[in-house]
């Protein structure tokens, strides 16, 4: 039986957030070159934070400037290209992408593709719907920070059929106590709905009655609306939902039930954090008590569940579900008060998808920024998701996540190679070949599984380093390298795998000497 958890707001008082707190985090309009303020809240240009796609404006007419321009990649199969953010070690962090297609493919549906954090899938992007509707489409989720900086990545899958976009970005940290009952360690959220339920404006409730600016959607249903408790206190509240929720509620009649089917939207088979939110109103004209059971798919989710005026909410963390869900409050026996409910959230819970050995992942960036041109899709994790590896990365996945070839062979790359290439110690080949890779060949001694390498046609100086000799595993070696010194160049060349180590450390011998 999944476990639930009740929080009696009487009994927690000691959080407290101002609801006139701005959010801190990095918002970004995808796109931009502009910075600007709307209601409160601080958007930058996004130029900072990524190196690949194209800005693009909208061709349809948009109220809200955020939906104006998308930053768009070329629709390259399982190739990723990555938002990179500073945040803080350790921190939760709402995590929230908006797409509006705006035509900027020249088609008339926009594409569907996938979108990552970190190493994690998160979920494929649909807005075809919402986009008929003259919707844009939001996702939002809950992960951890587990490094100083974190990655929101778009990338193309079987299905996508023209260049991914995106048109906003954010990243706001949550108290601790918000949904801390996850452990973020193992896994993430992924937003399906948030309501406020017998609420009917126009507008979802968010910033600032929200400090996260999270969006509450309206609910009415077909129950009849009533006004719930102006006066909540919701700093007890482990999850700080915004006090505003609370003011309209869902009520049925003494000795009623109520049947709602929440979410409105069929769910995957899997496990799902769900909170709902109650408060009496102490104004009702009815005394007595508000006791009720709450029912899930026609399994007990909380028995006698005692609503008062100080509030209460009901959570579960792997609750498991699939398909509609019908939710049942039952008014329990004695109860002069009919069943409530003011709101309600439901996550799927994400296993995340781990990381790449960060020894790994520093010398691979470290390359990086040593060469002139990159690929523009290295960025994010180097291995994760499965599937969406960078460009000339193969990787096992075993315990640890480890880089084993690395083959840009033939990408017209300049720059060179740094000296803590050779902290890849898992690789068992190198290919670098054609390319203008220039400067010294580095110490590979301690790539002790290094089988192949080619390092031919590019520019490299120096001596071809003697270590090379001690690399027992090594196999395979390019048919030349050409060494470029100040007045001569010399072409070194293998042409028996059987005296490699003799005729290697002869060859450098000769270089010496030369030089």
């Known amino acids: 039986m999944p476990s639930v958890s009740l929080l009696l707001l009487s009994l ?22 502009n910075v600007y303020t709307i209601n409160g809240l601080k958007w930058l240009p996004d130029n900072d934070y990524i190196t690949g796609g194209t800005p693009k404006n909208v061709t349809v007419a948009v109220a809200v400037p955020t939906l104006s321009t998308v930053r768009s990649f070329p629709n390259k199969l399982h190739q990723k290209f990555c938002y990179v953010v500073p945040v803080f070690r350790g921190g939760k962090y709402l995590v929230r992408t908006t797409y509006f297609y705006g035509g900027v493919n020249g088609r008339d549906s926009p ?4 979108q990552m954090v970190d190493g994690t899938f998160w979920s494929e992007v649909n807005t075809t719907v919402d986009y008929v509707h003259g919707l844009a489409s939001y996702y939002e989720g809950v992960f951890l920070a587990q490094g100083k900086h974190m990655s929101l990545c778009i990338g193309s899958n079987n299905y996508t059929d023209s260049d991914p976009f995106i048109s906003a970005l954010e990243f706001v940290p949550l108290e601790e106590s918000v949904y801390n009952s996850t452990d973020f360690g193992k896994f993430g959220l992924r937003l399906i709905a948030r309501h406020s339920f017998g609420y009917s404006g126009a507008d979802n409730i968010r910033y600032p009655d929200d400090p996260f600016d999270r969006f509450w959607e309206p609910l009415v249903d077909n129950k009849k609306p009533e006004p719930g408790n102006l006066n909540v206190s919701v700093s007890g509240f482990w999850n700080l939902p ?9 009520a049925t009649r003494p000795a009623e039930r109520m049947e709602l089917t929440w979410p ?21 004209s009815r005394e007595g008590t ?40 039952n008014p329990a026996p004695g109860s002069n008060k009919g069943p409530l409910i003011n709101g309600g959230e439901i996550f799927q ?32 994790d180097p291995c994760l998701p499965h599937g969406y590896s960078w460009t000339g990365i193969t990787c096992t996945y075993d315990r640890r996540i480890r880089i084993v070839t690395l083959n840009l ?54 001596e071809i380093p003697l270590s090379l000799g001690k690399i027992q595993s090594l196999r395979e070696l390019g048919q030349s ?17 059987s005296v490699l180590h003799t005729v290697y450390v002869e060859a450098s011998m000769s270089i010496l000497l030369i030089k």
Not at 17 to 27: D, F, N
Not at 111 to 114: A, E, L, Q
Not at 481 to 497: D, E, M
Request: aromatic share 8%.
């Open 409 to 462: 062979t033939n990408m017209g790359l300049s720059g060179s190679l740094p000296s803590n290439i050779s902290r890849l110690t898992a690789l068992s080949g190198i290919w670098l070949g054609n390319n203008n890779l220039s400067g010294t060949i580095p110490d590979l001694s301690s790539l002790m599984r290094l089988e192949t390498l080619h390092l031919e046609d590019n520019q490299f100086s120096g």
């Open 12 to 33: 927690l008082s000691l959080l407290s957030l101002s609801s006139s707190q701005s959010p801190s985090g990095t918002l970004i309009d995808c796109g931009t070159v």
């Open 481 to 497: 390298i050409s060494i470029t010194g100040k007045h001569a160049k010399l072409q070194v060349i293998w042409c028996s795998l």
């Open 264 to 284: 409105p939207v069929f769910l995957s088979s899997s496990r799902y954090y769900i909170a709902l939110y109650f408060a009496d109103n102490p104004s009702s």
């Open 290 to 329: 508000r006791v009720f059971d709450i029912i899930i798919n026609g399994i007990p989710y909380h028995r006698n569940l005692n609503v008062t005026p100080d509030g209460v909410v009901v959570f579960a963390t792997h609750w498991p579900l699939s398909g509609a869900t019908n939710i049942t409050l």
């Open 349 to 380: 819970v994400l296993e995340l998808g781990g990381r790449t050995l960060t020894r790994d992942v520093i010398a691979l960036e470290t390359l990086r920024n040593s060469l002139q041109n990159p690929p523009l899709d290295w960025s994010g």
């Open 111 to 114: 594409p569907v593709f996938d």
């Open 242 to 250: 915004p006090s505003k929720i609370f003011k309209t509620a869902l």
